[in-house]
């Protein structure tokens, strides 16, 4: 007779976390204004000023929008702020920067939030394999918010993982 396999992992106190699972959706838009310059390096207040009057900005509505310039222009931080005010009724989130800036500032505020209760004094696994943009700010993110409470903190898989933190007794 065949003896039942039995699932230790399934039936540990081991807690599996996912970044994956966090990740919020919607559309990413690197909005770059380099075609607002003039002549391509220069922002001219009232051409740009009037690039943002007639801009449709209803097409972002719940993206994510990194606001850039790919121009080596010095671009003064009021137009930055300006686009900030016409994306605020459409767009779920603006940074200034690129679309890596844009995910490490999602998941530090997602992780922020995480009610780190149900890890109190229980082992975790951070899954690392990502199909996901994941910055790796983000699983830095991860351990400054569960060590405190967690009973060890491992990297990987269960069948095989990485001991990271293990509180002292």
Same mark, same amino acid.
């Given at each position: 007779?065949?003896?039942?396999?039995?699932?230790?992992?399934?039936?540990?106190?081991?807690?599996?976390?996912?970044?994956?699972?966090?990740?919020?959706?919607?559309?990413?838009?690197?909005?770059?204004?380099?075609?607002?310059?003039?002549?391509?390096?220069?922002?001219?207040?009232?051409?740009?000023?009037?690039?943002? &009057?007639?801009?449709?900005w209803s097409q972002y509505?719940? =993206?994510?929008? =990194?606001?850039?310039?790919?121009?080596? =222009?010095?671009? *003064?931080?009021?137009?930055?702020?300006?686009?900030?005010?016409?994306?605020? *009724?459409?767009? @779920?989130?603006?940074?200034?920067?690129?679309?890596?800036?844009?995910?490490?500032? #999602?998941?530090?505020?997602?992780?922020?939030?995480?009610?780190?209760?149900?890890?109190?004094? &229980?082992?975790?696994?951070? @899954?690392?394999?990502?199909? &996901?943009?994941?910055? =790796?700010?983000?699983?830095?993110?991860?351990?400054?918010?569960?060590?405190?409470?967690?009973?060890?903190?491992?990297?990987?898989?269960a069948c095989s993982t990485? *001991? #990271?933190?293990?509180? @002292? &007794?």
């Amino acid at each position: 007779m065949a003896e039942e396999i039995i699932n230790r992992v399934a039936n540990s106190p081991l807690i599996n976390i996912d970044l994956e699972d966090f990740y919020p959706e919607g559309e990413r838009v690197l909005f770059d204004i380099k075609d607002w310059l003039f002549e391509g390096i220069i922002l001219r207040e009232k051409d740009f000023r009037d690039s943002v &009057k007639n801009h449709n900005w209803s097409q972002y509505q719940d =993206a994510y929008v =990194a606001l850039t310039c790919s121009e080596d =222009a010095i671009i *003064p931080s009021w137009a930055f702020l300006l686009l900030s005010t016409e994306l605020q *009724p459409y767009a @779920k989130k603006v940074v200034v920067g690129n679309l890596e800036l844009l995910e490490t500032v #999602l998941f530090q505020n997602i992780i922020a939030s995480i009610d780190i209760t149900q890890f109190e004094n &229980k082992p975790i696994i951070i @899954k690392g394999c990502a199909n &996901k943009p994941i910055p =790796a700010s983000a699983f830095s993110f991860l351990i400054e918010r569960i060590q405190p409470v967690a009973k060890n903190i491992m990297y990987g898989e269960a069948c095989s993982t990485v *001991p #990271l933190f293990k509180k @002292k &007794k």
